[in-house]
Each structure stands twice: as C-alpha cells, then as structure tokens.
C-alpha cells in the first residue's frame, strides 16, 4: 500500500498555487451522501462520494516514473493533442475516505466503465495555469497484480475548467481521511456521530419568491395559493432566495456558486438548470443572503415550465411525479448553492414548490405577497484547518424541514391520492412534543391561500347574505364546519356576529378609548404576555399590542359590571388579526352579551362552575374510563378547562386551531365548546390513562396543543367534535343537576356540610403530603448526588490544579535546562571548530608529506631501473670478455649466475676482483640503504595518519554521547569522508 502522505503533500501545494474557482461555473458537482429520506439506511463506505459531471477521460498511458509531474504533464499534452474518437465524457466518482475508489461512470452516471481504489493511486497532479493543459489533471496508479512494476497515467480534460480544483480538492479529502467505524455509521448520511463539542447546529430558514415582469420593466411577486406559484406564459421572471441566519453564531456566506431550477422533485444534479445570477445582497448584520437570478421561460430547456396546466394533465414527456392531487399544479425544485468559509465544497440548499401555467392574459383577485419559506437544519463538525487559525468545517448533515416531514410521515401509493393517515399525523405531533417547555400563545402561520373553487362559493353565498343580512344563507352551515377562508375570516365573522346591523357600537368604540379604565395597569401588564409567539404582539413597534390595550380598556368601560378579566386580551387579539379596532371591538361586544360569555365572569364565576360540572358529566357518559381515573387520582375539570371556556380554546392552541374554533363557535354557540372538550378528552384518552395527577396537569399543559400544530391534525379534531353528538336538553339537565346540588348543600346542617368539607380536605391534605414527601425524597436524593458530584468535581478540579502547577514546575526546569543545554552545544562547537581546524591542518602536512614520499619513491624507482639497466649492461660485457677463455666461459649463464663447482668459484673468487664490479656493488648497498630509510619514512607517516583516524573517531564518539546534533554529525562524516579520501 503505497503512503499518501506524499500525494498529500503535492495537493496541497497545488492548490495554494492555484486560483479559485469561478463563481460562474455551471452545475458540475453532485454530492451523493446527502440521500433523500426514502433511501435512508446504513451507506457503504465506498458509496460516500462526490460526483462530477462534463469530464472528457482522454485516455490512458504508461509512464515509468509514476511520481514525475514532469512525465505525467508530458502525456497529458500529447493526449489532448491526439484527442480523437476514443475520448469519451464520463462522470468521475471522487470518494471522501481513503477506503474508496475513483470511479468512471456513463454520462447517465448509473452504470460503471473502471474503478480504481484510492489505496493503489500513487499520485495526482493537474495542468499548469496558463497553459494549454490547465483544464486537466491525472493520477497515476499501479497497472496488473499488486507486485507489477507497471504503471498507468490516466487523463481526463474538464469542460469547465474551474471543476480541476473542486476535483483535487476532493482527492486530497480522499487521500487524507480515515473512515470510521463500521457499525457507528450514521442512518441518514452514513458518517459517525463526531463527539459533541465539535459539533454545532444551524436551523436556517430560506424563502423563496418569485417575481414577473408587468411589461412597464419592472417586476412584482406572482400570486400563489399556499405554496404554489401562479405564473404566467412567456413573461419573464426573477427568482429570489433569501438565505436567513437566526443562530448568534453567523456562517460567512462568501459567494453564490449558482442558482439551479428544474421542474419535478426529488431532481438529479444532472437534470437541473443553471440561471444567471443578476444580483447578489448581504445585509448590514450578515444574517441575511439573498441571490436573485433572471429567468427566461421560454428557453427549451425548461419548455415544461412555460406549458399551460390543462387541468388533471401532465405535461409531455414528464410522469405523475410532476402533478399534485386535487388539480393543485405541478412540483419545481430550486437549488441554490453558496460558499461558505471553511467549508472546502458549496452547500447546497433544495426548495421544492408547486407551480401552475396561467395564460399570460390571466388575471388573478386575490395577491398573496409572502414568499415559500423552507428551514433547513445543519449540522457541521469542526476539523483540522490546512491553515493555522483559520475555521474548518465539514457537512454532517444538512436536511430541510420536509424532507423530516416526509421521513417521519409515511406517504401511501399515487392510488389513494397521497393522504396521510390521522395515526401517523399524531406520531409527528408526539414526536414535536419532545421537549417541556408549553406552546407559546400565538404560535403557528395560518396561510391565505384557498382554491379557487372554493372561493368562488364563498363569493356566491357572500353576496346572497349581503342582500339580506336577518336570514342565514342555506348552506352556511355546513361551509363553516369545514373552515372559513382565512381571507375571509373578518367578514363572515361580523356577519356571524350581527355587527353589521349595529353600527352603533362601532361609533360608541372611538368614545370609549378616550375614557379611563380602571384596570389600565392589569390590561398593560397583560397584554405583554398574549400571542408572545406572534410577529405582530412581540414589540409595541408592530401595532398588536396597541390595538389589544384599547380594545380590552374600552370593553371594560363598556361593562363595567366584568370589567377586565385575564384572557379578554387573547380574544381580542384574535379578532383584531381579521378586522380593525372598531369591528373587533363590537364582535367581541357580541360574544360577551349574544353567546353569553360574560356569565363565565359573573357572580363568582357561577357559570364556570356550572360549565365544568356539565363537562364531567358528558366525561362520565362518553369517556367513563377517564372520568374514573381522574376521580381516583384527584384531577378536576377546573384544572385544566378553566381556560378552555373563558378564552375559547384562543390561549395555548396553535393559531390555525384557534381560528377554526371560531368559527365553530361563531356558528354554534357555547355547545361546540363542549364538543371540543370531548374530542380532546377522547383523542388524549390513551395518554392520560397512563399519567398521574403531576403528569396529567403537564399533560393539559405541554402537549395536548402540540399534537395539533399541523392543519390536518386540526381538521381531524374538529371532525371528531362535530361527530360528537350533544344536545342542549342534556347540557340542561346537568345545569339543574348542578343546582339541585347546589340547593342541597345550602339546605343541608352547616356542621355537617364542614364536616365533609373537613373530610374532603383532609384527604387532599394528605394526598399532598404525601406527594410532597416524596418530593422531598427525591430532592434530598438529587441534592445528595448533586453534592457527591459536586465532590468529584472539586477533587477533579484540585488535582488539574496540582498537575498544573507541577506541569508549570516541570516547564521551569526545562527551559533552565534548555538554556543549560544550548550554552554546552555552543561550547562543543567551539571545541569542535578547533578541532576541526587542527585537523584541517594535521590534514594538510600529511598531504605534503605523502606527496613528497610519492615524489621520493618515483625518483628511487627512476634510479633503482637505470641501475638495473646498467647492471644488465656491465654483466653482458662480463659475458662477452669471459668467452675468450675456455676456462670462465661457462661460469656464468644467461640469466647472470655462477654455475660452476665450488672450486672453480673458490679459485675464481681467490683472484682480484674487478674495480667495476667492486664499485657496482657498493652502489646496490647504498641504494638499498636508501630504499630502507624511505620505508622507514612511510611507516611513519601511517603511523601519524592511524593517530589522527583514531582521535578523529574519539571526537565522534564523543559527540554521539554528549548530543545527537544533525549539523556536527554532517561534518564530522564529510571529514572522515574527506580523510578517507586524501589516504586512498
């Protein structure tokens, strides 16, 4: 396996040479491991990857250096120059871990042509800037069995040349991280929970509208019926995505990498369309990011989108995935991705919304000007920066809110219309419901949009009642039960309400804000804590809050007999949400006096008691179960309903529930409240049989209105209470019940009614003491815990305090022993450049004295064969001068040695030897002397040359011991090297 640290390396050094990427680029790019909800499960590692699209694979050749960018930049220039037929466009599969393999997919990027695994890639590299190769790149891998010596240079060429860079980013991801565990595998996007204080969470909201041109050049936001968009043919538009940052910490959104559409959901990368950025905005504070692109409908790309809808049609060449039920248009998908540092790739954002094709000579009533808001919720873990201080992150997760929506809601087959079960509906709102904290009053969007038919009848029976305000239009009834258009909420509730026929109060409103009341301070002190989730009442600056002051101030002036009480303000607030002041305040005149509200507030609050009695008798007839375990555990209905009746279900319950109340109540009177009481009691029934006396009051409390946060878990209540059957003779017969109870305890012996007011008491007494006890014991258990943890915690924190310290002591005696360390290696080196310099000089005399021997040993060697020459030369003569006496002639052969007996030499030898031989001779000692001096000379001077190997070694030695320095030790080898060297 070959190391990738290297190709690492050279990645990096590539790309802080190379410019950034363009913020024109087209849409290139696929991330694969963000999958949609349907395919969630455990991903393979090797399937975690980043797709490109638009690359030409030129081809393949051997190379023999395969790390030599050198070589590799060579075939890549003589491959683009012989591009021909065998290129071919492919999309390129970069994984994002080292277990991966780079794969080369069809242009359809279903099937695969090769793959090559990262662990066998040795190197990657891409065309120089400004050359003709600057839009390729290559990598180099092993080519046969792992133990081949053959290597391939594979090439590729980009169409769009800014996509190299996104592409050697992606292989030095690759290169440099390591899976994680297999079993830790996270079941959405296939990557391990990293450990939380690397983690941070984002919840960004992104809107996004859509504007025409009205042929003036200008251009206005197009209509829409809930979420979908109304357009028109042949007119162009633009497309605004604001991008929204609530969290207080703010991601810096550098650029627009482009703004993609395409019709359809669930769309490919390669299907979406690319349009051109016209204008990009950051507000003053960075929280706010908006693109605007411009949109040409008529280009053939996107011909679908310019179709006029038929109804119950689907445009040529698209399938049912493009249409919606109900005739409610057809589905586009808006992708916007932007750069944001430290993230190396751009983070794409995907909004899916229905439109439908209008003629362009259509006209459309009602205008609704808010945009589509989608939230997204990102995830990003924090990672080793390539540069110091500067922030790294890498994508987790980033899902929107409907893909959640669609992975916790099962959806049923195209047949059954796509409708989702009321089971499934409670499961999310339980799943919401996760948390303790109570719905903010005021929460919820209620949207404008309605369907055209619908709206139509609405108009029909609108103008039928106008004509005649004292009756009631035939089908009334039954459009109210099914929910008022929220654009005509104001209207048909003034028309419900009989406020038309009295102008009178309207007139009497604007003389009543100008009196004083007397319960100013209760009604300011109020109001600030009604409809706090609402934009409109969350600061004096939105006008909500205003309006609710002197409409609650003028109808206690009114009635002075009520006056204020708390929870006026939340009715008011609602009808102030439909109509001005002055309508508001007489509707709400109307359901105090007309629907008999303000007897709740009379006589000690009579009536309530009255209302609640009646609510636990129908308990006890429709849901006895519940009634039984409420009586067992203590709860009583004025526990939890008191608000019910005296706001109307308008102080807890999400807005969309709040409005459909109302026009049940409008419609029906006091008896739908009972109605709606029941089909909570009954849809919470399973729940609360299983809670206690705490856990039912948290119950009421948190999350029965979280479980109707969704239009359509509204419409299912409201359904169940209309199915409820309760009739107005039983709510009678229960009001006497009540009173003849009532009559009887004032009729029975005080003493006797004491007593078991006494009994009553004390049982609830000591119920109460007893949950108090016990939550006395768990307090005293979990401030015992919290004091041993508190322990762990101050042992824990004085031994990091000891180890500090020591830690600080320890740093002290290193640095003093750094500082003692550098000033003994400044002295070894002193000490070494002397003995550096008396080597040099040792050195230098050796080298003379070993020249001179060389000297002296050619010029011996010079004499000694001049000798020998001229001894050849004299023995010769020898020879010719003993031949002419038959007597020596023999006594010396050939070769110059006496070959006669002893005698003959003897008698030879007795004669007088000759002066020239005699002479000779002596010459052959004193050159011999000489030869035995000039070794006597050499041996010397080895001897010198071992002395100074050996203190050389000596000094190495030493200097291996006393420290390990990289610089001495070069020296001291290039000096032995040299010695070494000088002795050869």
């Known amino acids: 396996m070959v190391i990738a640290k290297d190709i690492l390396q050279y990645i990096m050094m590539t790309l802080r040479s190379s410019h950034s990427c363009s913020t024109s680029t087209t849409s290139h790019s696929r991330k694969f491991d963000r999958l949609s909800p349907s395919r969630v499960g455990m991903v393979p590692l090797d399937k975690i990857c980043t797709l490109f699209s638009r690359i030409i694979y030129l081809g393949a050749a051997s190379v023999n250096a395969p790390k030599s960018e050198m070589e590799a930049t060579k075939k890549m ?116 929970p990293a450990p939380r204080e690397t983690l941070m969470s984002f919840t960004i909201p992104v809107l996004v509208d859509i504007r025409e041109e009205d042929g003036k050049g200008n251009f206005g936001a197009v209509p829409r019926d809930k979420r979908c968009f109304k357009l028109r043919q042949g007119v162009k538009k633009e497309v605004l995505v604001t991008v929204q940052q609530t969290h207080h910490q703010v991601l810096n959104i550098e650029r627009c990498f482009g703004l993609l559409i395409s019709p359809g959901r669930e769309v490919p990368d390669r299907e979406m369309h690319l349009l051109d950025v016209v204008n990009l905005e950051t507000s003053s504070d960075c929280k706010n990011y908006t693109v605007t692109s411009m949109w040409d409908p008529n280009k053939a790309d996107l011909e679908v989108l310019n179709t006029e809808s038929p109804p119950g049609l689907v445009p040529a060449g698209f399938d049912s995935s493009f249409t919606c039920v109900h005739d409610k248009g057809m589905f586009m998908t808006i992708a916007v991705d932007l750069v944001i540092t430290g993230i190396q790739e751009p983070v794409r954002f995907v909004v899916e919304t229905k439109v439908r094709i209008f003629p362009p000579t259509e006209k459309f009533w009602y205008f609704n000007k808010k945009p589509v808001q989608e939230f997204f919720y990102l995830m990003l873990e924090e990672i080793e920066a390539a540069v110091e201080n500067e922030p790294a992150y890498a994508v987790l997760t980033l899902e929107s809110e409907s893909q959640r929506e669609r992975r916790r809601i099962p959806t049923r087959s195209p047949s059954t219309n796509l409708v989702q079960t009321p089971d499934s509906m409670t499961s999310v709102a339980e799943e919401e419901s996760d948390d303790d904290e109570p719905l903010q009053s005021g929460s919820g969007n209620v949207d404008k949009d309605c369907e055209e038919s619908i709206l139509l009848n609405w108009g029909d029976l609108l103008a039928k009642w106008r004509s005649n305000l004292s009756v009631r239009p035939k089908h009334l009834r039954s459009m109210v039960r099914k929910g008022i258009p929220e654009a005509l909420r104001g209207e048909v509730w003034q028309l419900l309400a009989g406020v038309k026929e009295c102008e009178d109060l309207m007139e009497e409103y604007r003389v009543l804000i100008t009196k004083i ?14 409809f706090t989730a609402h934009e409109k009442f969350q600061n004096e600056s939105e006008g909500g809050q205003d309006a609710m002051y002197k409409i609650s101030k003028a109808y206690s002036v009114y009635d002075s007999e009520v006056g204020y009480c708390q929870g006026l303000s939340f009715l008011a607030a609602v009808l102030w949400l439909h109509m001005p002041e002055e309508q508001a305040f007489a509707v709400l005149t109307k359901i105090m006096y007309d629907y008999h509200l303000r007897d709740l507030f009379m006589n000690s609050f009579i009536e309530l008691h009255v209302k609640f009695y009646q609510l636990e008798r129908l308990m006890e007839d429709n849901i006895p179960d519940l009634f039984s375990h409420f009586v067992h555990i203590g709860i009583e209905a004025h526990m939890y309903a008191s608000q019910w009746f005296l706001t109307l279900y308008t102080a807890k319950f999400p807005l969309y529930t709040v409005f459909h109340i109302m026009d049940l109540f409008l419609m029906e009177g006091m008896p739908i409240v009972f109605n709606i009481a029941v089909a909570l009691l009954k849809a919470a029934k399973k729940e609360l049989l299983g809670q206690d006396f705490e856990g039912v009051l948290k119950y009421f409390r948190v999350t029965l209105p979280k479980r109707y946060r969704t239009e359509e878990s509204a419409q299912e209540l409201m359904q169940t209470a209309l199915s409820t059957k309760i009739s107005n003779r039983k709510l009678k017969k229960y009001e006497k019940e009540f009173y003849a109870m009532r009559e009887d305890e004032d009729r029975e012996d005080p003493l006797e009614r004491i007593e078991r007011e006494n009994k009553q008491l004390m049982h609830a007494n000591i119920r109460l003491e007893q949950e108090n006890d016990e939550l006395a014991r768990e307090l005293i258990v979990h401030r015992l815990a919290m004091e041993k943890q508190l322990d762990k915690e101050r042992d824990r924190a004085d031994e990091l305090d000891r180890d500090l310290k020591a830690i600080k002591l320890q740093l002290l005696d290193t640095e003093e022993e750094n500082k003692h360390l550098e000033s003994e290696t400044s002295q070894i080196k002193e000490m070494y450049r002397t003995g550096m310099e008396k080597s040099e000089s040792d050195s230098k005399r050796n080298s003379t004295i070993i020249a001179d021997y060389k000297q002296i040993c050619s010029q011996l060697s010079e004499r000694l064969e001049k000798q020998q020459t001229a001894a050849r030369e004299e023995m010769a003569r020898l020879r010719r001068r003993l031949q002419s006496c038959e007597q020596c002639a023999n006594l010396i052969n050939e070769d110059g040695k006496l070959n006669q007996s002893s005698d003959v030499i003897r008698a030879s030898e007795e004669e007088e030897p000759e002066p020239e031989l005699v002479v000779a001779e002596q010459q052959i000692r004193e050159l011999e002397l000489e030869l035995a001096q000039t070794k006597l000379q050499l041996v010397e001077s080895q001897c010198q040359v071992q002395d100074l190997e050996h203190k050389l070694n000596s000094a190495m030695t030493d200097l291996h011991s006393s420290k390990n320095n990289s610089w001495l030790q070069k020296t001291f080898s290039s000096l032995k090297d040299a010695t070494v060297t000088k002795k050869e």
């Open 77 to 192: 220039t003589i491959l683009k120059q012989q591009q021909s037929q065998n290129a071919i466009e492919i999309v390129l599969s970069v994984p994002r871990t080292s277990e991966g393999s780079v794969r080369l997919l069809e242009p359809d990027g279903k099937s695969e042509i090769s793959a090559y695994r990262i662990t066998t890639i040795l190197f990657c590299c891409r065309g120089r800037e400004g050359t003709g190769i600057s839009d390729c790149f290559a990598f180099t891998c092993g080519h046969g069995n792992r133990d081949s010596q053959l290597f391939q240079c594979h090439i590729f060429r980009c169409e769009v040349p800014e996509a190299v860079q996104r592409i050697l980013t992606c292989f030095g991801q690759a290169f440099h991280r390591v899976p994680r565990s297999p079993g830790l595998v996270d079941s959405v996007h296939g990557a391990m």
């Open 517 to 530: 009341s007397p319960a100013e301070q209760v009604i300011l002190a109020d109001i600030t804590r009604t």
